[in-house]
């Protein structure tokens, strides 16, 4: 819903935004047009003091502008003339016939402000009298506008307060629409959310998101099929594993039973006893392989309750590698315990049979892949609360093929696929654990589990 939120905040900023530069565009237009035409303009009423500026009177008296200039002031008026003080024209050119005549000063106040015979009309005072220029009829429209201070004073005042209605407007406008198109995504994001926890919906297909919706409905009841076909398939499984654990119990006891009877018999021959020592052998190994298959089973689905307590490390270490020496597997493998003082003071919080059968698992690996033998080490470090186990040998190392599967890669036939499912729950408890599993070379097979989090203190 965090998305939702920031798309819907980000549309109407947008949205906002949009219509700010919507209306400095059309200042910027308006401006450009006022300029546009100004600058046209710019010789006519807007230079008229530089024209009455170039009026002097010669030694006959007679008052003229300045000729070399006068056609350049001309050519943006239609007429020009002089007026004195009494209304008599002092100089004109290209005036109107029927305009030319002296002028009272009820006639001057009069088309000063407006026209004169329909000619927009321009003035301008200097030193001799009144210049009177009258611009092409209609290029020019005459305003009489006026504005009362007080009330020009109160329009500055309300200014910045409009401008601040005009945007809160805009923006209730911005919302608006945001709501109506954030309100038939609401239910489409709480949807989303809901899949995505692996619930199911029912959205009303209703709207303008109502296809998105009908979409929705439709892979939640995809999912939701997928889900109980996947539950009856892993039960099923899980029930299989099970059945054939249990049923292959009894038979497997009594190969055992066999096998070490005949193991035992003082009549039988030599040979007869190693076969029935491997055949015992070759069976508990079957027997811990069912184990590992029942144990990644309830892993994988949480069935395996996790009775986790204070564990010892050093006490623990030293039982797992008498164990493991005891039960036989080491064969012509050195072991060798390598415990820090810290480590070995430390108590962990963990499930001692699975971290037992994750470490055994680990060291019977060693002994079983380097049938000519070789050097395991079982070691504990303790730095910054995070324990690491670490069994490692110096022998053939584990093949490419089981490190790309251990690492996540699948693999190309399963019918040909390495033999992984004594590590694969190794990985299995560690992260049961809240660990974590590295499998690595160096110098032979390595495996490190790394805790998080451990108490030290003496045990």
């Excluded at 300029?35 to 024209?51: C, D, T, W």
């Excluded at 000729?67 to 020009?80: N, R």
């Excluded at 996947?230 to 299989?240: E, K, N, P, V």
């Excluded at 696929?417 to 590295?438: D, K, T």
Aim: hydrophobic letters at 45%; a negative charge; aromatic letters at 8%.
């Amino acid at each position: 819903m965090k998305t939702l939120s920031r798309l819907i905040r980000r549309h109407v900023a947008a949205a906002f935004v949009i219509v700010l530069l919507i209306f400095a565009f059309n200042a910027a237009i308006l401006l450009g047009v006022v300029v546009y035409y100004g600058s046209r303009q710019n010789a006519g009423p807007f230079q008229l003091s530089r024209f009455a500026a170039s009026f002097a009177q010669d030694a006959d008296g007679r008052i003229a502008p300045d000729e070399a200039q006068t056609d350049d002031w001309m050519a943006h008026y239609t007429f020009a003339m002089l007026l004195g003080d009494d209304g008599e024209i002092l100089w004109q050119r290209n005036l109107p016939p029927h305009l030319n005549h002296r002028y009272t000063s009820g006639q001057i106040a009069a088309f000063t402000r407006w026209y004169l015979d329909d000619y927009p009309i321009f003035v301008y005072r200097n030193d001799f009298g009144l210049l009177v220029t009258g611009m092409p009829r209609g290029s020019v429209t005459r305003f009489d506008f006026y504005l009362d201070s007080a009330l020009m004073r109160t329009l500055l005042q309300l200014f910045l307060p409009l401008l601040i209605l005009d945007g809160a407007l805009i923006l209730a406008a911005c919302l608006l629409l945001s709501f109506r198109a954030a309100r038939g995504l609401l239910g489409v994001g709480q949807g989303i959310d809901t899949l995505a926890e692996g619930g199911t919906v029912e959205l009303d297909t209703g709207g303008m998101s109502g296809e998105l919706a009908e979409k929705l409905n439709s892979l939640s009841s995809r999912l939701a099929a997928q889900s109980a076909q996947l539950a009856r398939r892993d039960s099923a499984r899980t029930g299989w594993i099970a059945g054939v654990s249990h049923d292959i119990r009894t038979p497997l006891s009594l190969i055992l039973g066999y096998a070490e009877q005949i193991g035992a018999d003082p009549q039988a021959s030599a040979a007869q006893r190693e076969r029935a020592d491997s055949i015992a052998r070759q069976s508990q190994r079957i027997r811990t392989l069912i184990e590992d298959l029942n144990l990644t089973s309830k892993l994988q689905y949480d069935a395996q309750p996790l009775r986790a307590q204070a564990l010892a490390v050093g006490p623990f270490l030293r039982q797992c590698a008498a164990d493991f020496v005891n039960s036989g597997l080491d064969g012509r493998c050195v072991l060798t315990l390598s415990v820090s003082e810290a480590a070995g003071q430390a108590q962990l919080v963990a499930d001692e049979a699975l971290l037992h059968r994750a470490l055994t698992n680990l060291l019977s690996n060693s002994a079983r892949h380097n049938p000519d033998g070789c050097a395991i080490t079982l070691s504990a470090s303790l730095e910054d609360g995070r324990l690491t186990l670490c069994v490692s040998d110096d022998g053939a190392g584990y093949p490419q093929a089981v490190l790309r599967i251990l690492h996540g890669a699948q693999p190309q036939d399963e019918l040909s696929a390495p033999h992984v499912l004594g590590l694969h729950l190794v990985a299995q408890i560690a992260r049961a654990h809240g660990a974590s599993a590295s499998f690595l070379n160096r110098g032979g097979a390595c495996c490190r589990l790394v805790f998080d989090t451990c108490a030290s203190g003496h045990v």
